[in-house]
C-alpha cells in the first residue's frame, strides 16, 4: 500500500513494548528512500534510518522508510548515481530520496536539497545530485541551512530534518538559499573512435556479476545503426545476445538490462549458477571495452 495524504500512526503498547500501525487515507504521495555508502554492519545507516523516524514523528507525517541500498562501494559517486537513476522512477512522484556517499568531507561540503524530475533529492553537493540525471536540470536547488534546528549537529540529523519538512508539505524555499549552480563530476560515456568502433565503460558490476556498461540503447542504435557488434574481454570474444535456449555453459553474451544499458555476462558462471563475468574475467567498474562492428 502506498503512502497517502492525512497518514497517520497509531501506537499500541503490548507487552511493555510500543507497536507502530501507519494508517492511510487519501491521494498516494511520497516514499522516503536511504541511500548510503555506510555498509550494513555499521551503526551510521540504522541511525539515519532512527533520524528519519524521529523527525516524522515530531512533524507528524508518516510515510514508509525504504532503504534502497547501504551497499554502494566505499566513496563510489559512480556506482551511488548509476543505482538512483535506475531505482528512483518506481517509486511514486514526490518521493523524497535521502542520499550519503562519501560524507566524510561534511561540513566542508554544503548539503543541498533539490527537486528533479517529480522527485526530491538531498544530499552532499559533492557531484553525486548532478550525476543522477545529467541531461535534467533541476526545477530548484537550495543549499541547506536549518538556523531553527540547532539540535541538529550531524548530516544526518540535517537530512532527516529537512526530508521530514518536505513530507509535511513544507517548501524547499524555506530550508535555505537557492544556489544558481552546484559541483559537477564528469560521467561515464561511450566514446565513438570511428565508423567501426567505439570505447565503452564499466559502470557497474551487478549482484551476478554481470558487466554493465555506459552505453544506452539510444546511442547503440545512433553509433551500430543495427549493424552487428562485438567486444573482446581478456581476450575472450562476445559475439552472442542473451538467449535462453541459446548459449552454452560458458558462452559469453551480450544483453539489455531493464534500465536500458548494455551489459555483458557469462552463461552458468558459476557452481550455483549464478553469473559470474567479473570475478572470472577480472574487470572492475571503470575499466573500457572497445566495440566494433563485425
Not at 507497536?19 to 541511525?47: C, E, M, N, Q
Not at 541547506?144 to 540535517?158: P, Y
Amino acid at each position: 500500500m502506498l503512502p497517502v495524504q492525512n497518514s497517520g500512526v497509531d501506537v499500541f503498547e503490548v507487552d511493555d513494548a510500543l507497536h507502530y500501525f501507519y494508517s492511510f487515507k487519501g491521494t498516494p504521495v511520497a516514499v522516503i528512500t536511504l541511500t548510503t555508502d555506510y555498509g550494513w554492519r555499521d551503526p551510521d545507516s540504522a541511525g539515519l534510518r532512527g533520524r528519519v523516524y524521529a523527525e516524522m514523528l515530531r512533524t507528524g507525517s508518516v510515510a514508509p522508510v525504504v532503504d534502497l541500498t547501504h551497499s554502494v562501494q566505499s566513496r563510489n559517486l559512480n556506482e551511488a548515481a548509476y543505482i538512483l537513476r535506475g531505482a528512483y522512477r518506481d517509486f511514486p512522484e514526490g518521493s523524497i530520496h535521502v542520499v550519503l556517499v562519501d560524507s566524510i568531507y561534511w561540513p566542508d561540503t554544503p548539503l543541498l536539497a533539490c527537486s528533479l524530475d517529480g522527485h526530491f533529492f538531498l544530499g552532499l553537493d559533492n557531484g553525486l545530485l548532478a550525476m543522477i540525471r545529467p541531461d535534467l536540470q533541476p526545477a530548484q536547488r537550495i543549499q541547506l541551512d536549518l538556523k531553527n534546528r540547532l539540535d541538529c549537529t550531524t548530516a544526518e540529523a540535517l537530512l532527516a530534518a529537512a526530508a521530514a519538512h518536505v513530507l509535511d508539505g513544507g517548501s524547499l524555499s524555506v530550508l535555505g538559499p537557492v544556489r544558481e549552480d552546484w559541483q559537477q563530476r564528469a560521467v561515464l560515456k561511450p566514446e565513438v573512435r570511428g565508423e567501426q568502433s567505439a570505447l565503452v565503460h564499466i559502470q557497474f558490476v551487478d549482484q551476478y556479476g554481470q558487466l554493465v556498461t555506459d552505453a544506452d540503447q539510444a546511442w547503440l542504435q545512433r553509433w551500430a545503426q543495427g549493424r552487428p557488434f562485438e567486444t573482446s574481454v581478456r581476450g575472450q570474444k562476445v559475439r552472442k545476445w542473451w538467449s535462453a535456449h541459446g548459449l552454452t555453459p560458458g558462452d559469453l553474451y551480450f544483453r539489455t538490462n531493464r534500465f536500458g544499458y548494455l551489459e555483458i555476462g557469462l552463461h552458468d558462471g558459476g557452481g550455483d549458477s549464478a553469473n559470474r563475468a567479473s570475478r572470472l574475467l577480472g574487470v572492475r567498474p571503470g575499466d573500457s571495452l572497445e566495440l566494433r562492428i563485425a
